[in-house]
C-alpha cells in the first residue's frame, strides 16, 4: 500500500504519461477516460498505485488527480506562461 501522496504523484506523473502514449488530445465535449486509463495502468502493471488509504475511496480520488492533472496541462497549453 502506497501513501497518498506518493500515489497522487505518480497517478499525476503517469496520467501525461498516459495521454502521450495514447495519443489523447483534448476535444469539444469529449473527456478522458479513466476507465482507459486504469486499464493501462494494470496493462504497464502500475496499478499498485490505485492502493492507499482513502476516506471516500482510493479510486474516486484517483479519477480527480487524473483529471486535474490533465486539464492542467490542457489550460496551461492554451494560455502558456511567458517570462
Known amino acids: 500500500m502506497h501513501k497518498k ?3 497522487e504523484r505518480m497517478i499525476r506523473h503517469l496520467a501525461l504519461e498516459w495521454m502521450g502514449e495514447t495519443g ?5 465535449g469529449h473527456y478522458p ?3 482507459a486509463f486504469t ?4 496493462r504497464k502493471h ?3 498505485y490505485l492502493k492507499f488509504r482513502s476516506r471516500v475511496s482510493p479510486r474516486f480520488e ?3 488527480w487524473f483529471e486535474s492533472e490533465i486539464r ?5 497549453r492554451r494560455f502558456p506562461l511567458t517570462g
Not at 489523447?24 to 469539444?28: H, P
Not at 486499464?39 to 494494470?42: D, Q
Request: glycine content about 4%; cysteine-free; proline content about 0%.
Open 46 to 48: 502500475y496499478s499498485h
Open 5 to 7: 501522496a506518493d500515489a
Open 24 to 28: 489523447y488530445e483534448q476535444k469539444q
Open 72 to 76: 492542467d496541462y490542457w489550460r496551461s
Open 39 to 42: 486499464t493501462w495502468l494494470e
Open 33 to 35: 477516460s479513466f476507465s
Open 62 to 64: 484517483a479519477e480527480g
